[in-house]
């Protein structure tokens, strides 16, 4: 890819009860090959859902930082030493990670989509599908990631 080309910054939405490990592993080597900047969105519907996985409410930026520590061996394991920045935004997922790929200008966003039921597709929006219809970048979906 010719460099001029390539985005020059990445983001990958996680959240810790789907960590989007494969996510992490692809937008992790575009970084290093490319020389881009890599961030790692994690987007909550409420605030009372933080609590409920760990999070105390001070502020956005103690989120982002136990957003880091919780998953820090995940992130570890997958992206080794390469740099990276963490924001946290509460939201609804797919409408949150639209509004944090605007603010901090992302060319790419790397999300893993989950194999879902005939009932949670008729019920439930697709949270990767709106992400592609909304995003003011390109996005790549990936599939999750099977327990090997």
């Not at 494969?22 to 409420?46: D, F, K, N, P």
């Not at 409410?57 to 820090?72: K, V």
């Not at 992130?75 to 639209?98: F, T």
């Amino acid at each position: 890819m010719h460099k001029s080309l390539a985005p020059k910054t990445l983001m990958v939405p996680m959240t810790p009860d789907r960590p989007a490990r494969l996510a992490l592993r692809v937008a992790g080597q575009m970084a290093r090959e490319l020389g881009s900047r890599l961030i790692l969105a994690y987007v909550s519907t409420e605030p009372g859902h933080m609590e409920q996985v760990g999070f105390k409410l001070e502020s956005i930026d103690e989120i982002r930082d136990r957003l880091e520590g919780a998953m820090g061996a995940i992130i570890q394991e997958e992206l080794g030493d390469q740099p990276h920045e963490a924001v946290a935004s509460v939201n609804e997922r797919a409408d949150g990670i639209v509004a944090l790929a605007r603010t901090h200008g992302v060319d790419l966003i790397v999300l893993e989509t989950r194999p879902r039921s005939l009932l949670e597709r008729v019920f439930t929006p697709s949270v990767s599908a709106k992400v592609v219809q909304h995003a003011p970048c390109a996005v790549l979906v990936l599939p999750e990631e099977r327990p090997k």
